[in-house]
């Protein structure tokens, strides 16, 4: 009876297997094929999850910003190739598309920066002897998609020094993305979860741990 119980899970473990390995595909490929009609767009990493321990999944959910308005998408899962990609740009776009600017390819930085210093959407104001970027009201979306600051002019700068090599920005103080300060107070939903699955892991740790404590003492 052993061997027989021995040979059946021998004979399972292909099938789970190939169960647990089977990729999604890309979900930024399917949410740019249904926005081929905009002429510009950013697409935001709003949240992202993972869930299972056998077989993890991952899972993504985006915000997109067009220049009339902003909608999130339903949750995606996501190949973990991408989600451990992303990992540090919570609250970023991943992609941008501007057919005007010949742009539709991956960029990491804050939402709405691309569109800072360019007239159709905003202008400088002065404040306290600094300029600090003002959008449109048709714009606001983007002044939302920053947690309401205004951007100044130094910040702009080194954005656009990044922009221009293709380096990720994270801004001056380091504010956004997953380990920023800013992020932690726009996106708290994705941080709480975190929270509570360390929290529940150390628990199992601990209760295991007193278990063993306790099977050695009798």
Known sequence: MRNTSLTLFLALIPALFLTGCGEPENPLDVLRSTLDDESAYSIMLEDMRQEGSLFPKQY???????????????????????????????GMVVWMRNTEWDMDDEYFEPPGFSRIGKKKYGKWVKKKGKDYWNYHPQYGHYTRMLGGRAIGRDSYKSYSMAHKNRTPFFGMNKQYGTGGSLTKKMFPGYFTRKATAASAKTGRTNSSMRSRSTGRGK
């Open 60 to 90: 993504h959910k985006y915000e997109v910003a067009t220049d009339l308005r902003s909608f999130s998408t339903d949750w995606y899962e996501v190949p973990e190739n991408l989600f451990t990609r992303y990992l540090p740009f919570l």
